[in-house]
């Protein structure tokens, strides 16, 4: 099953990166890259044809999202404060900001190779 691959890569990666951004993490952000990570894999495979820059696009809008909904739940009910951004220009509601979901657009292509990259392995 590939899906439980993903959502484990998501989970593993997202992690790492908040590791080497800001030198911690949440058990939380575990959950929300491993949806990140297969929320992008659907739009992989249901929009294959589209070009990169607009994947991606699609990509970043989907992890601020799911950024968003997990902000809402872990900061602003449990008030859990595992980030704010409140201190950062456009933020909404201090759990997304614009630069951040610019940067998710960004990483959306290396995420899109790594994705198409799992599936071949997997489907050969």
């Not at 989970?11 to 939380?28: C, D, K, N, P, Q």
């Not at 951004?85 to 909404?92: E, I, P």
């Amino acid at each position: 099953m590939i899906y439980p691959l993903i959502f484990a890569l998501g989970a593993l990666i997202y992690v790492a990166l908040e590791l080497i951004w800001r030198g911690r993490s949440h058990w939380t952000m575990a959950l929300a890259g491993g949806v990140c990570a297969l929320l992008l894999f659907g739009l992989y495979r249901r929009f294959f044809e589209l070009p990169l820059p607009v994947l991606c696009l699609m990509g970043g809008l989907v992890i601020t999202a799911v950024e968003f909904i997990t902000g809402f739940i872990v900061n602003l009910t449990m008030d859990w404060k595992v980030w704010d951004y409140s201190n950062q220009s456009g933020n909404l509601y201090g759990q997304v900001c614009p630069a951040y979901s610019l940067m998710w657009v960004l990483l959306s292509a290396p995420a899109y190779l790594l994705l198409d990259f799992v599936y071949t392995l997997t489907s050969a």
